[in-house]
């Protein structure tokens, strides 16, 4: 039975594992260990909840500033509904589907070099065998390592990009709460119930896209 290099992979996640399989007597199975889940398991990025979470409807909001004694604010809303995040999302997106298609390359090549291996195990010494599994071990770790840094490349990129659209957000907040003497500025998630007149979403969202339309996406953050 051909060995499976690469569990199947959700892209929510699950952490990355690998199982290495011994090579046993002078059967067809497998002689290397498993990289299961260290190359396409790995670039499957799980992104923050806040980002990846389910979209939903914009929350109730009055057209103007009004004076409030406290603000509320749906974060995560505006977070995902801002048009630098969506970037954000569709840069990692793109470029993690090109990580894919190279670690899906470098499964195949190990997977054929394998096959060949056991075919020419009948014709070669025992030394020469050995000597041939253990250089194709070495280069399936080095498959793994290359996973794992794209996995750290991605999601570094992510989280560095995304902070720069937060930290504009708690900017926004404190100004908009400077503006109508709210004395403090609540999570929505936080609260049971809020008049409309205490909502500041949509504003908010509105001043973030006009302020940073756009973050670019560096992936040079993170080295392999």
């Not at 997106?93 to 060949?116: H, I, M, P, S, Y």
């Not at 253990?134 to 490349?153: I, N």
């Not at 001043?207 to 756009?214: F, H, K, Q």
Request: hydrophobic letters at 45%; one cysteine or more; glycine letters at 4%.
């Amino acid at each position: 039975m051909k060995p499976n290099w690469f569990d199947s992979a959700s892209v929510r996640g699950s952490d990355m594992a690998g199982a290495q399989r011994e090579a046993v007597g002078r059967n067809r199975s497998s002689c290397l260990p498993a990289v299961c889940a260290a190359l396409l398991l790995a670039v499957a990025l799980l992104l923050p909840g806040e980002v990846r979470a389910q979209e939903k409807s914009a929350p109730a909001t009055p057209s103007a500033l009004q004076p409030v004694p406290i603000a509320v604010i749906d974060f995560g809303w505006v977070i995902r509904e801002s048009e630098a995040a969506k970037g954000i999302r569709a840069a990692i997106d793109a470029r993690q589907k090109e990580f894919r298609t190279q670690l899906a390359g470098v499964e195949q090549q190990l997977r054929a070099d394998e096959n060949k291996l056991n075919t020419d195990r009948q014709f070669i010494t025992a030394e020469a065998f050995q000597q041939r599994m253990k250089a194709l071990k070495e280069r399936a770790s080095h498959a793994q390592r290359q996973a794992a840094a794209a996995t750290k490349k991605l999601r570094t990129a992510h989280d560095t990009a995304m902070n720069q659209v937060q930290q504009e957000l708690y900017r926004i907040c404190a100004e908009i709460a400077e503006q109508t003497g709210a004395g403090a500025v609540l999570f929505r998630s936080s609260i049971v119930i809020a008049v409309k007149t205490l909502e500041i979403s949509e504003i908010a969202l509105a001043r973030l896209n006009e302020r940073i339309p756009a973050v670019e996406v560096s992936f040079e953050t993170a080295q392999n």
